[in-house]
Structures are given as structure tokens and as C-alpha cells.
């Protein structure tokens, strides 16, 4: 196929066969090969130092695949020192297995890639116990070096949507799930241009800059999990190399505000997001890679206020219902405060107390009220709110003698919320 162009407009894609294919927008879902990108000259970057090789294949009859894909899949993760293997369920028969290892590595074990697949599945005792009856489909492939973002991911009238415009480490396993929101904000897009409900501009320059930077998070996200992590006593040099030329501390709680660079607030202008991950979420899986805990920023203070310093009004669009609708947003530098859903409660609260536990049961008692959704989920959802407010510097903490700082604690099952010097304690089952 080729893509014809004036400038930066695209006014035909001529396929194969002669015929040519002409449309008022163009969007480009072709993953990797970046068939539009490539054509109209956008150059990638690889914002990272990870130099990764993965070698894959797909399996029938593997044990987990008949016991845990009946209403539900999920993915195992599982450490070598020298890299991790993947273990995804397709089917109730069928799975994917992957080693992801450093490319210096691979070169220097002298191994091929089918030995070196082999030698892992076997060493991984978790992973070699399923494999002990799975047949191979024969299709063992590998790739190297994939994480890059695209400069840019709109043209005048052109799109870039899901890995097209850039991808990970496949360690979070958020693929799927970025080109899923991707596509469904290029839907809304496209629906408020063609309706001429929105500046074309303003849309546009959103839809780039949203991609490109949940990207970008997911990223850097994967420079801290191999840079943190223990497990790979054979990579510690190639590892140790990430986080020098990152700059990065392998602490959690200052990787955790590293990470935050960016500003959390701007994946989802009604609850805090980063990368397409609950904030809390972030933190367990640090606490995860390092076995160190990563203490809740609120618990360090017993007076919150709320800094607006410097921060101006602007509006930014939101997907909703096949419609992009208007939000008002504070703005400071690159990083947002909606005035809106979940920061919309919190912020009111800031207004109303300063002391923490006294915002907090304001906050308990207006999701009582309603309008927030389920009460406990939206509870849970505002102490995310202030954890990502404070990394953000919207809010500012100060720890006042003689008054009392909560105790929130996050683990598998709820949020615990209580007060030092008051016996209460709320137990925020996740909704």
C-alpha cells in the first residue's frame, strides 16, 4: 500500500491492486508497523535503557489453562535471575509462554533462543509444573528492543491509536488495555469533528498528548521494575545501568514520586490514574518488586491544604456517552487539578477542615449523601485522590503537635482508615 500525501494531509492510500482508497480521516491501527507513521515521516524515540529480547510460543494442554479460564483469565509473571517468563491463557486449552531476558545477556550465555526458552521453562519450578503435559505448537518466535514512542500521534488529518504510537515493556501487561482506551478516545474524537461540536485543534492536540504520555508512564513504570528488582541476580549490572542513566532511586517511596514526574492526574478526569493504573495500585506493585512497603503519603501529616499557587483555569476534554464534554481543570506547568467527580469531593473538603481525620469523615459523610456511586468504592477512590494530590503538589501537608495523623493502610482485601487517638476504624472495601 501506499500512502499518498501534501504536507501533513494524507489525501489517498493506494492499495496494491491500483485502486485507491480516500477518506476525511485516517487512523493508524497497525501496531509495530506504523504504516501511516512511517509514511508521513514521524520518528520514534526509546525513552529508556532497557535493551530487552523476548522469546515466545504457544502451548495446548497446559495445566492451568484447564483449571482458572472458566469466567476468567489471568496472567503469571514469574522471576528467573536472568529475566521473567510470561504465562498467558488464550483458551481453556491454549496458552502463550515468554522469556523476556536482557539483550547483553542473550549474546553472552552463547545459547540460541529455543535453548535459552527452554532452560527457563524448565528452571521455574511454578512454570515447568504446568508445562509438564502441554504440547508446543512449534512456533517459537522472538523480537527485540520493542519499547519506543512515537514524537507525535495526530497530524492534520491522521491518527495514531493504540501501538502505532508507541509501546512498553510488556511487563504490565497493558497492551491490550492501552490501545482499548485509545481507540475509544479516537472514537469520541472523531464523533466531535465530524459533529463540529469542539475546536478541531483543541481535540487533536488532547488526543496526542494523552497517548503519548500513558505511554510514556508505562515506560518509565517498567525502567523502575527492572531496575528495582531483586530477582534478577544475572541482570543486577544491566539493571544497576537503567537506574544511573535514570537518575532513578530504587527507594519506592522516591521511585514512587519519580514516577509521578508527569503529574497523576490526566489519564482520568474523575479518579486518579497513571498509565491506566490505579494510583495505590502503582504503589503495591513497587512495594511488590523492592519487599519494601510503600507508606501512604496522607499518614505522614495531621493538617492537609489545598495549593493552588501559580495554577490557572483551563478546560480539557473527557469521553463520555459518544460525547466529549468540557471539564474545568486547574493547570500548573504540565500537571492538572479537575474540578470535577472524585478531586471535585476532595477539593470541597480542603475548602471545609484542615485537619485530617476531620476530612476524611467529611468525606464519609457526603459519599453517604450519594451522587459519588457505591459509597465504599468512592471512599477508596478519594484517598487515591489525595495520595496523587500530594506527590502532585496540589495539596501540602504539615505534621501539627498534639493533633492526631490516620492511619490508612491499603492490603489485598480493603482500606483501613483510623486515627491515633480515636478507637474508630473504617474498613474501604475496594468496589
Known amino acids: 500500500m501506499k500512502v499518498h500525501a501534501e504536507g501533513d494531509r494524507i489525501t489517498g492510500l493506494e492499495l496494491a491492486v491500483g485502486e485507491m482508497i480516500t477518506a476525511k480521516h485516517y487512523v493508524d491501527a497497525s501496531g509495530h508497523v506504523g504504516v501511516l507513521r512511517r509514511a508521513m515521516g514521524v520518528r520514534s524515540e526509546g525513552p529508556t535503557q532497557l535493551k530487552n529480547i523476548a522469546i515466545w ?7 492451568w489453562a484447564k483449571t482458572v479460564c472458566h469466567g476468567g483469565v489471568r496472567v503469571r509473571i514469574m522471576s528467573v535471575g536472568y529475566g521473567w517468563i510470561w504465562f498467558i491463557p488464550i483458551s481453556e486449552t491454549r496458552v502463550s ?11 553472552q550465555c ?9 532452560k527457563a521453562l524448565a528452571e521455574e519450578p511454578f512454570i515447568a509444573s504446568l508445562m509438564t503435559n502441554a504440547k508446543s505448537e512449534g512456533k517459537l518466535a522472538s523480537t527485540k528492543d520493542w519499547s519506543f514512542l ?12 493504540g501501538e502505532s504510537a508507541g509501546f512498553a515493556d510488556p511487563i504490565l501487561a497493558a497492551g491490550m488495555t492501552l490501545a482499548q482506551v485509545g481507540g475509544r478516545e479516537l472514537a469520541h ?23 503519548r504520555k500513558r505511554v510514556g508512564q508505562h515506560i518509565r513504570f517498567a525502567d523502575y521494575w527492572y531496575s528495582a528488582n531483586a530477582h534478577f541476580v544475572e541482570l543486577q549490572a544491566y539493571t544497576a545501568e537503567i537506574a544511573r542513566e535514570a ?20 489519564d482520568d478526569l474523575s479518579s486518579p490514574i497513571i498509565g491506566s493504573y490505579q494510583v495505590n495500585s502503582a504503589k503495591k506493585a513497587m512495594s511488590a518488586m523492592t519487599g519494601v512497603p510503600v507508606d501512604p503519603e496522607i499518614n505522614r501529616y495531621s493538617e492537609l491544604k489545598l495549593n493552588l499557587a501559580g495554577a490557572a483555569e483551563v478546560v480539557v476534554p473527557e469521553c463520555r456517552a459518544g460525547k466529549i464534554e468540557v471539564v474545568r481543570c486547574y493547570q500548573r506547568d504540565s500537571k492538572i487539578l479537575p474540578i470535577h467527580g472524585i478531586f471535585r469531593l476532595v477539593i470541597l ?6 485537619e485530617t481525620r476531620r476530612i476524611f469523615q467529611f468525606l464519609q459523610n457526603e459519599v453517604a449523601q450519594g451522587g459519588y456511586g457505591e459509597s465504599q468504592s468512592a471512599l477508596t477512590s478519594c484517598m487515591d485522590a489525595i495520595e496523587g494530590l500530594l506527590v502532585d503538589g496540589w495539596i501540602v501537608g504539615k505534621d501539627v503537635k498534639g493533633k492526631a495523623r490516620l492511619n490508612v493502610v491499603w492490603d489485598d482485601e480493603s482500606v483501613r482508615v483510623s486515627a491515633a487517638d480515636d478507637p474508630y476504624v473504617t474498613a474501604i472495601h475496594p468496589g
Open 57 to 63: 510460543d504457544y502451548w495446548e494442554d497446559a495445566a
Open 97 to 107: 509462554v515468554g522469556l523476556v531476558t536482557h539483550a547483553e545477556y542473550y549474546k
Open 110 to 118: 552463547g545459547m540460541k533462543p529455543a535453548e535459552l526458552y527452554s
Open 150 to 161: 512515537a514524537e507525535r500521534a495526530v497530524g492534520e488529518n491522521w491518527f495514531l491509536v
Open 189 to 211: 474524537v472523531l464523533l466531535a469533528l465530524e459533529a463540529e461540536s469542539h475546536d478541531a485543534k483543541w481535540l487533536r492536540d488532547w488526543y496526542g498528548d494523552i497517548q
Open 247 to 266: 537518575g532513578l532511586s530504587l527507594d519506592p517511596a522516591e521511585g514512587f514520586r519519580w514516577l509521578a514526574t508527569g503529574g497523576f492526574i490526566s
Open 349 to 354: 473538603a480542603l475548602r471545609n477542615e484542615r
